[in-house]
């Protein structure tokens, strides 16, 4: 997805509009920049979020890690006949 994508899915969760679900960025020396930033301006910086909206979101460095993670997350919802 773009950024625009990533930015909204996290704030639909912080705000509660939505509920939590797996945001997987992959290729950890692709993100560490943005990360980096986020971590060091917006959170210690400026206080623009809490600590907690670090863990919205996971880095990974490969699909697989990413597909772990998602299976994880759905398997706590594993959805069944209701009859």
């Known amino acids: ?18 509920g939590k679900f797996p945001i997987v960025l992959v290729g950890k020396s692709y993100w560490e920049g943005l990360i980096k930033w ?5 959170l210690e910086k400026e206080h ?4 907690g909206d670090l863990d919205i979101f996971t880095v990974v460095d490969t699909s697989d890690e990413a597909v772990e993670i998602i299976d994880t997350f759905y398997s706590k919802y594993m959805l069944s006949p209701n009859f």
């Open 48 to 51: 623009n979020i809490s600590p």
């Open 38 to 42: 986020i971590r060091e301006v917006m």
């Open 1 to 18: 997805g773009t950024f625009d994508e990533l930015f909204e899915a996290i704030t639909l969760i912080q705000t509660g509009k939505i």
